[in-house]
């Protein structure tokens, strides 16, 4: 019996999509993947714990859109694997070839796009936050 096909644009549409919570490394690892299940209850206790530091709520979201910052990272990463290296790591046994093709391609403009906004939208607001308190917003 073949392993079940990994597809490629499909982890690459999870890490874009819910990244920040690992639903990638669910794809790929499975439903028992333990840094995953760790992330994701990690989650809110660190939100909490930072709020308490630090007593405005852009703080409490922070560990989340960092997440997410880093699961766009992911998402990059896994949609410019090449193929073979794809079904080498992920694929060796399901008896099938990866084909990427413009779906990819448009997912990773897309995800450099939202990436870019979430990232440059953070600095701008953590900085405002640390500097004026939240002044202008």
């Known amino acids: 019996m073949a392993a ?4 490629k644009t499909v982890a690459t ?12 490394r669910f794809y790929l690892r499975g439903a028992v993947d333990r840094l995953g299940l760790m992330h994701v209850c990690s989650l809110p206790i660190t939100g909490i714990l930072v709020y308490a530091v630090k007593p405005h709520p852009f703080y409490m979201m922070l560990p989340l859109l960092v997440s997410f910052i880093a699961g ?13 290296k794809w079904d080498a790591k992920h694929n060796p046994h399901s008896g099938r070839q990866s084909q990427s093709n413009w779906v990819l391609v448009l997912l990773l403009v897309v995800t450099m796009l939202v990436a870019a ?9 953590l900085t405002d936050v640390l500097y004026t308190g939240g002044a202008y917003g």
């Open 4 to 7: 079940a096909h990994k597809n």
């Open 13 to 24: 549409l999870l890490a874009l999509v819910g990244g920040g919570l690992g639903l990638h």
């Open 72 to 84: 766009f990272v992911e998402a990059l990463v896994i949609g410019l694997t090449p193929d073979e």
């Open 117 to 125: 906004i979430v990232l440059i939208g953070t600095m701008a607001r």
